[in-house]
């Protein structure tokens, strides 16, 4: 059994072929990663959100604790 020479005719021929799958994966992959960075900016949309939220919820238990207190300073607590 006799291998045939390699020539640069071959080597082309594969080097095409691995260029070609390289680029079909570069097609497959590129919509991974436009949705990593969509979901990437949608994280930090709600770390702002989280960040805003928290004062708000402070000064929403101020105010009630407030409202409880005066509620049972003239209402009585029953």
Sequence with gaps: MTEEPVT?????ERLLAVESKVDNI???????????NAASG???VL???AKAVKP???IGAF???IY???DSKF????
Excluded: P
């Design 47 to 49: 770390e702002w959100i």
């Design 8 to 12: 640069h005719e071959h080597i082309y």
């Design 42 to 44: 949608a994280f930090l």
């Design 63 to 65: 105010f009630g604790a």
């Design 68 to 70: 409880l207190a005066i």
């Design 26 to 36: 570069d097609k497959n992959t590129e919509h991974v990663i436009k949705a990593f």
């Design 56 to 58: 708000i919820i402070i």
């Design 75 to 78: 209402n009585g607590v029953k």
